[in-house]
């Protein structure tokens, strides 16, 4: 009866919009790296901790009054609250039960009610034991005035800030892979300890050397020598004991050196990958991200408009000199192989992503990465360029939304230039931006007021704009050529390619952006 009734709440709240709203909340304030509110609530509860450890600490001498009370208190309850919000998103045990009794069912046998009690206890077990969980349970002990022992807590109150600092710890992350590197060196140490504490003790403990009256003192001044630190309390006044010490001060500046070597090494090894990871984050936050695929002399003309139009973009390419370039202009860049998995998926799939632009000089590798974004996501817009005439019917099968051929296309403008020099001159002055005159889209959004109104109604033309071509839904292939002005109604997401004065039109956009703010 019991294992029904919990199979059957875990359905229930499988199918509630609401309880996954807010627990898909809970996640974004908590966990999620990506979310746009967790830095902001990490920031408040960094300022809870120090605030609530700098209370405590006056506390030991000075007597609070009860306004600071009330602070510790409400901060303490934040803290249990933030305790059992992980608590609670720590795992799915909704899925868990379901499955379980899908796999019963299957079975043709019945949920055990003891089974679906050994199913959350060892999920809730799992987390209420793992590090993290201790010190945040152990940093509100503090709090409990009546057992004043508890203070030396006060510690793991600040350990809690670890939690919050995103570089500590990937710092600690990359040292936890030196784990036999760091065995290795602590065995060492304890061996040396001992074996010198040993000699010490044997040679200087029995009524040679006042200081050491135990073996304890002999340890103690084993890892005071050992790392180099030599306070100076007790020094050896046999020979055998100095000539051990000269050894054993050696020795310790040759731990140290391979402590500070597989330290190095490790942030060596991993400082570009946390370099990419904050590069993905720092992606991750953008709307409508363009992602350009090759940085050549093709890869650069374009960035450097697409910054001129203030587009959020990014670089991808695995040439150093070419990374190093997007560098020293301040693009945001990733370096990593075009044609690998992880890279598109980390790159192109995880974001918001519109547009994809590749631009390298290998058709194969353009194809490459053609078929596996429109595999996975077909309605990112593609542009690819290509090289070689043979290879258009391939990108256009692999559903290349715009083919760009570089050396055609160069050919094309120096036959315009050569036939109609003065045209392409004022062409050129248009598309590079060299006068006020420019050409630009305008977006008609669903609730603008251009809905169902003419050209010469909204008076674009009374502002010097001319409405060259109408994108029908935004689409090359309802493509509207000089739309008659009276006619012609705009309609909800048409794009409306224009040419006129630069202020004019963005007038034109501003006014439309601030019937939606």
Partial sequence: MLAKLIVSFAYLLDSSKSYKRVKSFAYDLLENEKSKIKPYFDAFIIFLVILTVSILIYDIAHHLSYHFEIIENVAVSIFILEWLGRFWIHDDLRYLIIKYHEEQLELKKRPKFIDIIKIIFRQKMKYIFSPMSIIDLLAILPTYRPLRILRVF??????????????????????????????????IGIFAVFMSATIMYVFEGIGNNPNIKSYIDAIYWSIITISTVGYGDITPVTLTGKILTFFLVAGGFGILVLATSIVTNALSDKIEVVRENQLLSKASKLSELIVVFGFGRMGM??????????????????????????????????????????????????????????????????????LTIKAEKSDIEVIVRANNDENRKKFKIAKADFIIFPYETVAEVAVEYIGNAVKFDAIENIILRKSDITLDEIHIFDGSSMVGKSISEIGLNKMSITTLAILKNGSSRNFIFNPDCNEYKFEVNDDVVVIGNKENINTVKKSITRQFT
């Fill in 301 to 370: 003309a374009l960035c450097s408009e697409l910054h001129l139009d203030k587009k959020n973009f990014i670089v991808v390419d695995n040439s150093d000199e070419s990374i190093e370039k997007a560098k020293e202009l301040g693009y945001l860049y990733m370096k990593a192989d075009a044609a690998d998995y992880v890279a598109i998926n980390n790159i192109v799939f995880r974001n918001d992503v519109k547009k994809v632009v590749i631009t390298t000089e290998n058709d194969a590798l353009n194809l490459s990465i053609l």
């Fill in 154 to 187: 006060l510690i793991f109150r600040l350990l809690k800030i670890f939690r919050y600092t995103k570089n500590i710890n990937i710092f600690f992350k990359i040292l936890s892979e030196k784990k036999f590197e760091f065995n290795f060196l602590f065995v």
